[in-house]
Structure formats: C-alpha cells, structure tokens
C-alpha cells in the first residue's frame, strides 16, 4: 500500500503530460530546453546551498560515480559484442546507467527510511543530477548525428548551465553568502517546479512514441541492466562500503530506480535515438510495478 502511494503520483503526473500531448499537442523539445537551462540549474543550487555534507555524504557520492562507470563499462562491453553504433551505444547508456532518484526514488526512500533516509536520498540525488549534467550530456552529444566526436560532446557539457548552479550553490555556502528571504523564495518556487515540470515532459515524450517501432532485443538489454544489473552491481559496491545497513539498503535500492526522466530530456536535446530512450523509460518504469516488491522482500 505504501508503494502504490509513492507510485500513483508518478504515474498520473506522466498521464498529464500524456493526455496533454495528445490532446493538445506540445513542442516538447522546446519545452525539455525550458526545464534543462532554467529550471533544473535553480534545483541544483538550492541543493547544494542549503544542505551540509559530511563523510558518509561522500561515500554515497563516491558510490554513485562507481555504479554509473561500472553501468557504462557493461554497456560498452554489451555494444561490442552486439556491434551497436556510436548513437545506439549512448542511447544504451543513456537508458541504462542513470537512474530516475529524484521525482521517484526520494519519495520511496522517504517513506521507506523515514526523513534521515531521505536526506541521504537527496545527496545522492544530487550526485546524480551532476553525473547527468556531466556524462550523461556528453554521451547524450556523442550520440547526436551532428556529433563531430570528443569536442563537439565536450562543448556541450561545457555549456550546460547546471554545473555552474552547482559550483555557484557550494560557493554560496563555504563562504557563508547571506541570500534574502525574497531571492530564496523565488529560488524554491522554481526549484519545487522543476520535478514535476519534467515528469510532464516525459509524459508528453511518451505520447509521440511507439514502443512497437522500438527493437525489442535492445529495449530488453536496457530494462535488464537498469532493473537487474544495476542492483546487483549496487549490492557488490556496498559490500566494502563502510557505511551503517540503512544507507547500504538505500544504496541498493536507488540503483534499482528505472531509467532517468532527465535522459529524455537529453535524448530530445541532442536528437540522440530520443523515442529509444523514453520507450525505455516508460518500460523500465513500468516494470517497477513487479521488481521492485521483490527488491523490498530480499533487503529489507
């Protein structure tokens, strides 16, 4: 029961999205462009201005880097013996080595771990958010067909303007910057906006695709690592952690999260096998109807 109050929230912001592109009709990449250059840089600022980090903070970081590298380590080894292409290697990637923490794991751990659990949620959010806005940019640019490679994929990492939120928000608080109740209000007015503004956009993303246009095999590859591979993988890296079992079952847990919403919002920017992307999105979501009870049952 507590997992259907924490998952049909979820799926009637994306029906919103859905039933408003279906019915209206929406430009959703000028809309993704919205949410990733204006609204998500705010989110991150807020984040690191207003949290503290101490030393488990920073093993659940240094989780998070080795889970998604391990994550894109088995896609290439997965690509290559497939013999995918360059852009159906990073919509691989993007699709199975990042995981969706914010608008569905944090609520989950909330309700899981109770309120110390979710703030660890949140860190771990935000390291994702930053592995997203970093190597899920560039491979999200070094799958787009107007891709000259290595530079063009650097550049557009360069430019996204969510690190620069980031570095500005942990600024602000080593140097104790005082920020005015008037700023900081605009600032949670867009921060609490960005969530559910790009699950809207993942609903409407969804609403143009046919998943029966989709190639099934690779669809399944995606799904099985984020769903199957990435828990398992979470579980190994745990296991020398030393970190208390709460924040261990967290770990695990997140890992088994179904693709990032944010990953469409990349695959749509970069052009870079965007209806892939967002089929293994929904799937992949989906999907957590029936894994992730088992995932509970196993670790908790």
């Not at 997992?3 to 912001?13: A, R």
């Not at 190639?215 to 591979?229: P, R, W």
């Not at 079952?249 to 919002?265: D, E, G, K, S």
């Amino acid at each position: 029961m507590i997992f259907l109050d924490v998952l049909l929230p979820v799926f009637l912001i994306f029906a919103i999205g859905f039933i408003g592109q279906k019915t209206l009709g929406f430009d959703t990449k000028a809309l993704s462009k919205m949410a990733l250059y204006l609204l998500s840089p705010v989110l991150v600022f807020r984040t690191f201005y207003t949290n503290q980090f101490t030393s488990e903070h920073l093993y659940i970081v240094l989780y998070t880097v080795i889970l998604c590298f391990s994550l894109i380590l088995f896609v290439y080894l997965l690509s290559w013996l497939k013999k995918y292409s360059r852009a159906e290697t990073c919509g691989l990637i993007l699709s199975a080595s990042f995981m969706n923490n914010g608008n569905y794991g944090t609520p989950l751990a909330l309700l899981l771990f109770g309120v110390v659990g979710f703030e660890y949620a949140v860190v771990l959010m935000v390291a994702q958010q930053m592995l997203m806005a970093t190597v899920g940019v560039y491979y999200a640019a070094k799958g787009s067909p107007e891709s000259d490679g290595f530079r063009s994929a650097v550049r557009a990492v360069v430019k996204m303007p969510i690190m620069y939120g980031a570095a500005l928000g942990l600024l602000f608080q080593y140097l104790a910057v005082p920020v005015s109740v008037s700023i900081m209000e605009a600032v949670h007015l867009v921060a609490d906006a960005t969530i559910p503004v790009i699950m809207v956009i993942l609903g409407m993303q969804l609403a143009k695709i046919s998943i029966r246009t989709t190639k099934k095999e690779k669809l399944f590859y995606a799904v099985s690592t984020k769903l199957v591979i990435s828990p398992i993988i979470a579980f190994l890296i745990t296991l020398v952690l030393p970190v208390d079992l709460m924040i261990k079952q967290l770990m695990i847990v997140m890992a088994a999260m179904p693709a990032a919403a944010n990953t469409t919002m990349y695959a749509v920017e970069f052009n870079t096998e965007p209806e892939f992307v967002s089929s293994a999105t929904l799937v992949s979501t989906l999907l957590t109807l029936v894994t992730l009870p088992v995932l509970f049952w196993l670790i908790l």
